[in-house]
């Protein structure tokens, strides 16, 4: 009896630091953003409670909704471009070429470089007015302009970028390849199968629930986008706000305009609506993926 309480201390003081950056760094500041979102709060004098106002005021305000039309493109554009992009380079690198490690060194590259400041820039001068982009279309007598200044076109140039970064999504696609047993491909061979009906009958069902994974990851990171647009736009959100995404305005409320009552209604708002997207990815996952049973 005695070693066995011994047994549960020793357990919990391994786990103590854990529990100590759970309750402080975790659930502490989520119960007392939970608090604030309900309250008029600057950061400089002390909250002051006001129920649901930050959220009725929110759906009033018409920069938050261009900032959810914006995120909203971006995420109905840019996930299945990147999803599409990273499948198609994780099979061609799923082939026996030479020179194959090199090759997938390079696509994951810009992954690593994520949402770094210095890319972002680099980005913001490519489609720039004397940017790389019109330089380009010059040689062809096309007459360039700003793209990341066009509210026209601004936000697609960020979408650009995120389809460029698909590198963490391409090597989760190449490990879910190998696990393919390469007897199916035979098989299909031998039964005169295209390599279209191939990928389509054999890989693409056989990698649904990586699929699935990358989806939600993709999802999560781009409704979450905030470095590339922050840059790009100089922390404005653009002409017409065309870069104001959802969560650059949440900064903009939160450490611009010291309203961080409207702030943590927001980081709620995202936390749901990220929850309600999950569960129905997960829920229509059942029609479209396919495990080994």
């Not at 922390?235 to 409207?262: A, E, Q, R, V």
């Amino acid at each position: 009896m005695f070693q066995a309480k011994k047994n549960y201390l020793i357990a919990y003081g391994f786990l103590l630091p854990w529990l100590i950056g759970l309750i402080g760094l975790v659930l502490g500041p989520m119960i007392s953003s939970l608090y604030l979102s309900f309250t008029n709060y600057d950061l400089l004098t002390s909250p002051e409670w006001i129920g649901i106002g930050n959220y009725t005021d929110l759906f009033g305000d018409r920069v938050f909704k261009k900032s959810v039309e914006v995120t909203l493109v971006f995420v109905i554009v840019g996930v299945p471009l990147q999803l599409l992009g990273a499948l198609l380079v994780a099979v061609l690198l799923n082939q026996k070429l030479r020179g194959l490690g090199f090759y997938r060194t390079i696509y994951y590259i810009p992954s690593l470089l994520g949402g770094s400041v210095a890319i972002a820039i680099l980005w913001k001068n490519i489609f720039g007015l004397d940017g790389l982009i019109n330089d380009f279309l010059a040689w062809f007598g096309i007459q360039g302009e700003g793209w990341v200044s066009n509210p026209n076109y601004a936000v697609y140039t960020l979408i650009a970028l995120a389809v460029w970064q698909f590198g963490s999504s391409m090597v989760i696609f190449l490990a879910g390849l190998k696990q393919i047993p390469m007897e199916l491909y035979e098989s299909a061979s031998v039964d005169g199968a295209t390599a279209f009906r191939k990928f389509k009958s054999i890989t693409l069902p056989l990698i649904t629930p990586v699929l699935l994974f990358n989806l939600i990851m993709t999802l999560i990171k781009s409704v979450q986008v905030f470095t590339s647009a922050f840059i790009v736009s100089e922390g404005t959100g653009g002409p017409s706000n065309s870069t104001m995404f959802y969560t650059l305005l949440l900064y903009l409320k939160g450490f611009s305009y010291f309203d961080m009552g409207t702030a943590a209604a927001m980081a709620w708002l995202l936390l749901i609506f990220l929850g309600l997207l999950t569960a129905v990815v997960f829920f229509t996952s059942k029609y479209w993926v396919h495990y080994g049973d």
